[in-house]
């Protein structure tokens, strides 16, 4: 029996396919899971779920306006790239114009919320992180490896935000969330950068692992990173952020990134950065999920909640 030769056309992206990339969806709701987490970690006892509900949808709100701001202005760029050039900015399908309108409404409107429902520094963080990923990270991408570490400073202020709408202040803890996520992030984006190297090199960007010499150096950073998440991590502990249960999890966690990036460093091929890459994806719920849950100073344990040094008894 013949069969018909394969003539299937790939479905155009829907309207909702199209703002689902436009806001960077997936990115978007990561960015509220540290939020989440900064806010619960803050305060260990009744949560104000009002709040919390305002400040998640603020910041939904302006980590939207960072993404669609950045497409705006990556848009030659993103159309020379596989990876990105169906993008409804890069594709066409929506304008340069009216992204950039979109892009500033959802920031005013994210800023104002937090601003309104949550506080000032919160809002301030906010707008913080969006001048910082539209207005520095993006057009440095194309001038100098050294974005990936300012993207990682961006990526560290979500918890803070959370924090700061739940404590009305930046206390100890905060720091601590901020350094975890800003590490965690240099082998997750090493990774990414090492997969998809040739395809940044087409649309113009300078990554780390692009450049010449630059495949090695990106694999010992990430190397770096993933052995620095094991002491970060119990520093939440030791500071009464969370309890033994997330020093476990901290600690078998940061040590399997840790093996994932000596494999890669070892081989320096894209199946190794590929699994980096997954196992950092597994880490970082893996590890919010454990401070969520495990919140609080440890029975018997000198503890840091707030800033002030909270002593438990014991029997």
């Given at each position: 029996?013949?069969?018909?030769?394969?003539?299937?056309?790939?479905?155009?992206?829907?309207?909702?396919?199209?703002?689902?990339?436009?806001?960077?969806?997936?990115?978007?709701?990561?960015?509220?899971?540290?939020?989440?987490?900064?806010?619960?970690?803050?305060?260990?006892?009744?949560?104000?779920?009002?709040?919390?509900?305002?400040?998640?949808?603020?910041?939904f709100?302006?980590?939207?306006?960072?993404?669609?701001?950045?497409?705006?202005?990556?848009?030659?760029?993103?159309?020379?790239?596989?990876r990105?050039?169906?993008?409804?900015?890069?594709?066409?399908?929506?304008?340069?114009?009216?992204?950039?309108?979109?892009?500033?409404?959802?920031?005013?409107?994210?800023?104002?919320m937090?601003?309104?429902?949550?506080?000032?520094?919160?809002?301030?963080l906010?707008?913080?992180?969006?001048?910082?990923?539209?207005?520095?990270?993006?057009?440095?991408?194309?001038?100098?490896?050294?974005?990936?570490?300012?993207?990682?400073?961006?990526?560290?202020?979500?918890?803070?935000?959370?924090?700061?709408?739940?404590?009305?202040?930046?206390?100890?803890?905060?720091?601590?969330?901020?350094?975890?996520?800003?590490?965690?992030?240099?082998?997750?984006?090493?990774?990414?950068?090492?997969?998809?190297?040739?395809?940044?090199?087409?649309?113009?960007f300078?990554?780390l692992?692009?450049?010449?010499?630059?495949?090695?150096?990106?694999?010992?950073?990430?190397?770096?990173?993933?052995?620095?998440l094991?002491?970060i991590g119990?520093?939440?502990?030791?500071?009464?952020?969370?309890?033994?249960?997330?020093?476990?999890?901290?600690?078998?966690a940061?040590?399997?990134?840790t093996?994932?990036?000596?494999?890669?460093l070892?081989?320096?091929?894209?199946?190794?950065?590929?699994?980096?890459f997954?196992?950092?994806?597994?880490?970082?719920?893996?590890?919010?999920?454990?401070?969520?849950?495990?919140?609080?100073p440890?029975?018997?344990?000198?503890?840091?909640?707030?800033?002030r040094?909270?002593?438990?008894?014991?029997?």
């Amino acid at each position: 029996m013949n069969f018909p030769a394969d003539i299937s056309v790939q479905k155009p992206p829907s309207r909702a396919d199209d703002w689902t990339a436009l806001v960077k969806a997936r990115l978007s709701l990561m960015v509220l899971a540290t939020t989440l987490v900064g806010f619960l970690v803050a305060v260990p006892g009744s949560v104000d779920w009002q709040r919390l509900l305002w400040t998640l949808g603020g910041t939904f709100l302006s980590a939207a306006a960072a993404a669609v701001l950045n497409q705006a202005i990556e848009v030659r760029h993103d159309a020379r790239m596989h990876r990105t050039a169906n993008r409804p900015v890069a594709a066409g399908r929506m304008s340069v114009t009216w992204a950039v309108v979109v892009g500033f409404a959802l920031g005013y409107a994210g800023c104002f919320m937090l601003a309104m429902r949550a506080n000032l520094l919160a809002c301030g963080l906010s707008a913080v992180t969006i001048v910082l990923y539209a207005g520095v990270y993006t057009p440095l991408k194309r001038v100098s490896t050294l974005n990936t570490v300012v993207g990682a400073v961006v990526g560290a202020i979500p918890p803070m935000i959370g924090w700061a709408a739940a404590s009305g202040g930046l206390q100890r803890g905060a720091w601590v969330l901020a350094v975890l996520l800003f590490t965690w992030q240099l082998p997750h984006f090493f990774a990414l950068a090492w997969r998809h190297r040739e395809d940044y090199e087409r649309g113009g960007f300078r990554m780390l692992p692009s450049v010449s010499g630059g495949e090695l150096i990106a694999a010992q950073t990430s190397v770096l990173g993933s052995l620095l998440l094991v002491p970060i991590g119990l520093m939440a502990t030791l500071l009464g952020l969370a309890g033994l249960t997330s020093a476990v999890v901290c600690a078998l966690a940061g040590l399997a990134m840790t093996w994932f990036a000596v494999a890669h460093l070892r081989r320096l091929d894209r199946d190794t950065a590929r699994n980096l890459f997954l196992m950092s994806l597994v880490y970082l719920p893996v590890v919010l999920l454990a401070l969520a849950l495990d919140r609080g100073p440890t029975s018997g344990m000198a503890g840091v909640r707030g800033g002030r040094t909270v002593l438990q008894e014991t029997p």
